[in-house]
């Protein structure tokens, strides 16, 4: 890949259980992201099966490699990279809230919630297994799924094995307080601005739209730049398609001034 | 910790942002059900005006029927307002006055029911009727109980607390007020003493015996801070009012519960599945 990526953000609602709605909504956009010249596409968590499943978890999960929904996907995709969110069955049929990246005929990378959020609101633990390791940034992209970037050492983790870009794809439940912008969102701009700043990086981040249950996802996706300046946001509640040009040379010119993971001391953080 | 001066402000809402959350929230509800529009009660109240006129809002006064279902010992005030209302939102109103049908049954069957059984039977009255007219005209039922109230039990289960989609139910009752202004509605609607008007002469504040921009906040600190009783008052805030307001939540809490189902197999309903209605 180039350094220059034009990265796409699907800021999409998806509907709770209809995989063949959300394929038609995933193939439609996948085409106008190819219109834009978009190299990287990137939806929102559980993108394909909608994200409030609870007892529905199971009867929406698929196997990537027999999926059709996925085939389907991987033709759209063409040269594209696309993040796609589903819930994924393994052998064992352990299920898990699944990110993968599909591009050029095959799944290129896939990644396994490593947290699942069970408290409050979010009864993840109870229908998902965990993810167990970190998967390997490829052409510098690392991904990361919601609750995951709560846990800095994992953007950090990345950003030692190689990302420039970290990829985060969300359902994150707005709720709001006396200020004009979301709380909710406040919280993830704090987070996803720190991990930028600190790991120097990209920080692309997806988050869906719409109503479930009574709960609304925010929207408000954002590109951060490495160094913590956001410099494109998606309106709150509305679908959006967000095109952003970003180059990943801009990664390694800040850390030639700022070289924080270089200077990482994985002997006492424990990280890498 | 959260001092008592802080409080209110925690309780102040950004008014556009959440006119639009709730608005897509209508928008959303009626989409996805495939339904026409919404049918509301519309009592002259400050909580119904402003879920009317948050759903005029979303889906356009034309797919929003408002309902006036006095009873004969409503104040007349009450239709007047809600009259205000529709008009100012441009939506069709239609009256049914429900004395025939509650003074048959108490009349023929229960002479002797006291007032809080008929204003439960005109609630559950009410409730018929929106359910009935939501079929005829394939809408969906606007609910209109606000956080306090549903907190507090103050409502008839099955009866004014029933509904469809409720836009309010995260309101507590000074952010009713809050938006209300916000949207306009009739001044004589946002300042007047909230009553159920069941009876003349009934106010909630008379009734439940303290002040909603209190039981607001101590609801506040209880439900959402998960303060306990003693804390709240370490506060500042009176130690009668602070544990009849604990007392009201703790036996009301039936009231927020649909269906209590005795679990006999292991998939009962909502227990073992939990299935999402969306």
């Keep these: ?210 109503w479930e249950e009574g709960s609304f996802y925010t929207g408000g996706s954002h590109v951060v730049r490495p160094g913590g300046e956001i410099v494109s946001r998606s309106p709150f509640l509305d679908e959006d398609l967000l095109v952003t040009e970003i180059d990943t040379r801009e990664v390694d010119r800040l850390r030639w001034r700022l070289p924080l993971v270089r200077a990482t001391r994985t002997d006492i953080e424990g990280t890498a | 910790m959260i001092r008592k001066e802080e409080v209110a402000a925690r309780l102040q809402l950004d008014c556009e942002l959440a006119t639009r959350v709730l608005t897509s929230f209508i928008k959303d509800a009626v989409d996805t059900t495939g339904a026409d529009g919404v049918v509301v009660g519309l009592s002259g109240g400050v909580d119904s005006a402003l879920s009317t006129a948050l759903a005029a809002r979303a889906l356009g006064p034309e797919r929003v029927l408002a309902l006036l279902l006095p009873y004969r010992s409503s104040a007349p005030e009450s239709s007047e307002d809600a009259r205000a209302v529709a008009e100012q939102l441009g939506i069709e109103a239609r009256t049914i006055d429900i004395s025939p049908m509650i003074d048959a049954f108490f009349d023929t069957h229960e002479p002797e029911a006291d007032q809080v059984r008929r204003g439960n039977k005109m609630a559950r009255e009410r409730m018929g009727i929106l359910f009935d007219q939501a079929k005829k005209r394939r809408g969906l039922v606007l609910g209109t109980s606000n956080k306090t109230e549903i907190l507090l039990g103050y409502s008839t289960i099955f009866g004014d607390n029933a509904s469809s989609i409720n836009p309010l139910g995260d309101l507590y009752k000074q952010q009713v007020w809050q938006l209300a202004e916000h949207l306009e509605l009739p001044r004589s609607v946002v300042e007047k003493k909230p009553s159920a008007d069941l009876w003349p002469g009934q106010t909630d504040e008379g009734e439940l015996g303290f002040a909603y921009r209190t039981a607001d906040e101590v609801l506040y600190l209880m439900f959402d801070r998960g303060l306990s009783a003693r804390e709240i008052v370490a506060r500042g805030y009176d130690a009668e009012v602070v544990s009849k307001i604990e007392l009201l939540e703790s036996r009301n809490r039936f009231k927020r519960r649909l269906m209590l189902i005795a679990r006999l197999s292991s998939s009962a309903i909502n227990l073992d599945r939990e299935i999402p209605r969306d």
């Excluded at chain 1, 990279?81 to 069955?89: F, R, S, T, W, Y």
């Excluded at chain 1, 809230?97 to 609101?121: C, F, M, S, W």
């Excluded at chain 1, 983790?157 to 970290?166: D, F, H, I, N, R």
């Excluded at chain 1, 406040?186 to 990086?201: D, I, S």
């Design chain 1, 1 to 210: 890949m180039s350094t220059k990526i034009t990265v796409g953000i699907a800021q999409i609602d998806s509907r709770l259980g209809d995989v063949a709605a959300n394929l038609e909504r995933h193939l439609e956009w996948i085409g106008r992201a190819h219109e834009r010249g978009a190299d990287l596409l990137v939806f929102p968590e559980l993108s394909l099966t909608g994200y409030r499943l609870l007892h529905l978890t199971g009867r929406v999960a698929a196997i990537p490699s027999e999926s059709g929904a996925i085939r389907a996907l991987i033709a759209a995709a063409g040269a594209m990279k696309v993040v796609v969110g589903l819930v994924e069955e393994d052998e064992k049929g352990v299920l898990y809230n699944t990110a993968l990246v599909l591009r050029d005929g095959a799944i290129e990378q896939r990644h396994r919630k490593l947290y699942l959020p069970t408290y409050g609101i979010f009864q993840e633990g109870r229908f998902f297994g965990a993810g167990s390791d970190l998967s390997p940034p490829i052409d510098g992209l690392g991904l990361l799924i919601c609750e995951d970037l709560w846990h800095p050492h994992l953007a950090r983790s990345l950003a030692l094995a190689g990302a420039k870009v970290l990829v985060v794809s969300s359902a994150g439940p707005g709720h709001l307080g006396p200020g004009a912008v979301p709380e909710s969102q406040e919280a993830w701009e704090a987070l996803t601005r720190a991990a930028a700043l600190v790991n120097t990086c990209w920080v692309v981040y997806c988050n869906r739209v719409g």
